[in-house]
């Protein structure tokens, strides 16, 4: 997946996600599991098969680990100061407020690759991490 707004080192997605758990682990802030699990849930996350007609099974396959772990993630990006992550974060806190029993139909369409596309600018991400 090729990142929005791609910055002049044309790095792609899953390396920017790499870079970003490989932080977050180096600092203490999320497990080594965590970072190995996120990008498999997230991928599976915006497969569309678990979206659409199939939002039952995206709303399970969510609330086991992924709403965690992309939680607990936004938080981290946001103690390091990753540029718009504050919004990011924000946005998952708001969405799992409206998440719960009485509203389990509601499918989970908030990914962090969602979040990268949406909210700020890919640009400045990049370079935070280019230093």
């Known amino acids: 997946m090729a990142i929005p707004n791609p910055s002049k080192e044309d790095l792609d997605y899953s390396e920017l996600m ?6 977050l682990v180096g600092k203490g802030l999320i497990s080594q599991q965590m970072a190995d699990a996120f990008p498999r849930l997230e991928a599976a996350m915006n497969q569309g ?30 103690a390091i100061g990753e540029p718009h992550a504050e ?20 499918p989970w369409e908030i990914t962090l690759s969602y979040l990268d596309r949406t909210y700020g600018d890919m640009d400045d991400v990049m370079r935070f991490y280019e230093t």
Do not use: C, W
């Open 18 to 23: 790499a870079l970003r758990l490989k932080l």
């Open 49 to 78: 098969g678990l979206l659409g007609e199939n939002f039952l099974a995206s709303y399970q396959k969510s609330d086991d680990l992924y709403k965690r772990y992309l939680e607990k993630i936004t938080r981290a990006l946001k």
């Open 87 to 106: 919004e990011k974060h924000r946005i998952v806190v708001e969405e799992l407020a409206t998440m719960g029993p009485a509203v389990f139909l509601t």
